[in-house]
């Protein structure tokens, strides 16, 4: 087929399925585009079913149970990885497909595909198109497969926009049957295949439903990366350009070569107190600016880290209201941001502990400070503190280690969400961060008791960890509970409140990390206390 006549087709097909909002549709749609043009083969689209829990055929007439593929399928989670078209050529012969090549050949005999093309969003398979063998032998030209390509780009971008209004409206439908389904079940079973049915049916849902997150949390991610760009732009750029020379562009100039080359420094109450009377001082020698501005523009600079370089504060004084306003606001929305991509990271961090339960998943891993970790999960949720939590820091200088922090940051959000549910919103929360030593023979797999624990920390300059420490006002853990609650599933908060995954998610990140987890509870203080190595503590 000519190029042209391929292009028309593309560009027809886009036009087509852009409005379309059904995931079938979308996925019947590519199949009928694809059968209009191989005509002497056969294609086969497979589409991740909720009901079935596994990857299926779109159309009724080709489901058989030897085209069902689970989310968790070794060939389907490398799959997801790829970012092409793949022959079954490729895996008979290239060597460097050799530790998939079972697993693909296996794929490919049981669909007796040829060629096969997936629809990928995030390392996620959304769905997958395969084309048996042509007629005649006949192979697949390279204007064909580039065709091909063009179409799976223009699919994934419509399954990802059907997946957001289709697939959760379903998820939540399913959801609702299911649970009921499954309570009248369990009202007449033992205890014990009471439980084991439990974590069936949630098992196959939970998966689902973290397949589903998936999809949305990274169309937003990536467009407030966007954004983040596109306002680096302009403060580097556009405001540098057109802004006459002037305290505001040297304002913006100096804010980022100071931050480029600053660590990041917790100040406490007292500190933050006391810089802002000597910087309002420094602000109103010798220029015209009021008390009320000063203080301002000192709270500003202090918040931001930037209160103790003298060029920074000497710009801010010589700035007028004007310039400094817009200095304001343009280092305000780079937080905001900042905090916005540090709140989707968590998401897709949930997404990825979700998915741990069911397969291996090898993590990046950083050399970082855990008071910062801590802080930023402070701003995240500094909504449902402000209104009645008092949030007291107990920190010390610390090591940093080397750890995954997204995994991190799942056990402080999960600590503080608690903690804030527990005492209903109203309360202390003291967070102490500490590094000791730890010379007692300890079951890495087991929860041990806080005050236990605290006893055998030391001075040593050996065996050192850091540790972090939530303790809450709240009413405490029933002692009969304390054994339960960080099995999987197992939740004492109000249905639609709480799945009971947060604290089994903290407890696999910590024996992940090679750490130590205790907890001691009594009405009025909970202590959860989370122990790291300095060394050896690779997220692996």
């Known amino acids: 087929m000519r190029n042209s006549s391929l292009s028309l087709k593309r560009r027809q097909y886009q036009r087509s399925i852009i409005s379309l909002l059904n995931i079938e549709e979308a996925i019947t749609r590519v199949q009928e ?28 007439a080709d489901r058989s149970e030897n085209l069902k593929f689970r989310i968790f399928d070794d060939f389907m989670l490398w799959l997801g990885e790829q970012d092409r078209i793949f022959s079954r050529h490729d895996f008979q012969h290239s060597k460097k497909f050799g530790p998939v090549r079972e697993a693909a050949l296996e794929f490919f005999n049981a669909t007796q595909a040829e060629i096969i093309v997936p629809f ?14 042509r007629e005649g032998g006949r192979h697949y030209t390279k204007k064909e497969l580039r065709f091909l390509l063009e179409i799976r780009d223009i699919t994934t971008v419509s399954l990802s926009n059907a997946a957001l209004y289709e697939r959760l409206h379903a998820m939540l439908y399913h959801l609702e049957e299911k649970v009921k389904e499954r309570t009248s079940e369990l009202s007449n079973a033992q205890a014990q295949l009471i439980q084991q049915e439990k974590m069936a049916s949630l098992g196959v849902m939970v998966a689902g439903i973290a397949h589903e997150i998936n999809t949305p949390t990274s169309v937003v991610s990536g467009a407030t990366e966007n954004l983040n760009n596109n306002l680096q732009l302009i403060m580097s750029e556009i405001v ?10 040297r304002l913006l100039a100096e804010t980022q070569r100071v931050r480029d080359k600053k660590d990041f420094k917790i100040l406490s109450a007292v500190e933050k107190l006391r810089a802002g009377r000597e910087l309002v001082g420094r602000l109103t020698t010798g220029t015209s600016l009021s008390q009320q501005e000063a203080a301002a523009r000192a709270d500003f600079l202090i918040d931001l880290g930037l209160g103790d370089d003298d060029s920074i504060i000497t710009l801010s004084a010589q700035a007028s209201d004007e310039e400094f306003q817009i200095f304001r606001a343009l280092l305000n929305i780079e937080k905001n941001l900042r905090n916005m991509r540090f709140a989707l990271s ?3 961090s949930i997404v990825k502990a979700l998915k741990h339960y069911s397969h291996r998943d090898q993590a990046e891993a950083e050399n970082i400070d855990v008071r910062e970790g801590v802080e930023n999960t402070l701003t995240v949720f500094h909504n449902q503190l402000k209104h009645g939590v ?31 549910h527990a005492m209903k919103g109203k309360g202390t929360i003291d967070i102490f961060i500490r590094e000791r030593s730890l010379d007692a023979v300890l079951d890495p797999k087991n929860v041990h008791d806080d005050d236990k624990l605290e006893a055998a920390l030391g001075e040593k300059a050996t065996n ?7 303790q809450d006002s709240g009413p405490g853990i029933p002692t009969e509970l304390q ?19 947060g604290l089994g998610i ?3 990140v910590v024996l992940k990390h090679h750490g130590y987890l205790a907890l001691s509870s009594t009405p009025g203080r909970t202590r959860f206390t989370i122990a790291l190595p300095v060394e050896h503590a690779s997220a692996q």
């Open 346 to 348: 968590s998401i897709l």
């Open 483 to 501: 054994s339960k609650i960080f099995d999987p599933f197992f939740t004492t908060k109000a249905p639609g409140e709480g799945t009971g995954l």
């Open 390 to 420: 008092q949030v007291n820091r107990h920190y010390e200088p610390v090591s940093k280690i080397t750890c995954n922090p997204g995994e991190l940051n799942q056990i402080y959000s999960n600590l503080i969400v608690n903690s804030v």
């Open 240 to 249: 540098a350009d057109r802004i006459p020379p002037g305290p505001m562009r």
């Open 464 to 470: 050192r960890y850091v540790c972090i420490t939530l």
């Open 506 to 508: 903290i407890r696999n």
């Open 120 to 133: 990928n969003l995030n390392k996620s398979v959304l769905a997958l198109l395969y084309l048996v063998a």
């Open 33 to 60: 585009l694809i059968d209009e043009i191989f005509t002497d083969t056969r294609s086969i689209v497979l589409y991740w079913n909720d009901a079935a829990g596994a990857f299926i055929p779109v159309k009724p």
